[in-house]
């Protein structure tokens, strides 16, 4: 498995994520992959561990094992895992239901919560 290799995983489909991959874009220097399954987003890590991952969608769409072996294969490099949701969807269910999750979302993100993100991401990378 590689290193971390500076990017943003963005995984799964949601009506704002080709919004979500434009603002991404302007605020990182590394590149942002989207993976439409998870099968796609293991495969990606395999070949390098990304400083953020985002779960776009409603937590339905991502199990708790596939989060954990997300939190796992990423740990050592200190990956941080979001969640982002339309404003429409359903609430996501409680923080203590998602344990491998860092922190949920609700799109659209503001340029600036965007970019304290990726900030935050970078630094818990380089702790």
């Given at each position: 498995m590689g290193s971390s290799n500076g990017y943003?995983?963005?995984l799964g489909q949601c009506l704002g994520a080709d919004l979500t991959l434009q603002s991404l874009s302007t605020q990182v220097e590394g590149p942002v992959f989207v993976?439409?399954?998870a099968e796609q987003a293991v495969a990606r890590i395999e070949q390098g561990i990304p400083y953020l991952v985002?779960?776009?969608g409603t937590d339905q769409n991502w199990s708790p094992a596939f989060v954990n072996q997300l939190r796992e294969t990423t740990?050592?490099?200190?990956?941080?895992?979001v969640a982002l949701t339309q404003f429409h969807e359903p609430s996501w269910s409680p923080q203590?239901?998602?344990p491998g999750i860092d922190?949920?979302?609700v799109e659209p993100l503001s340029q600036d919560v965007l970019h304290l993100l990726v900030e935050s991401a970078v630094a818990k990378t380089t702790l």
């Open positions: 943003v995983l963005l993976a439409q399954s985002i779960l776009s740990k050592p490099s200190g990956t941080t895992i203590e239901d998602h922190g949920f979302l």
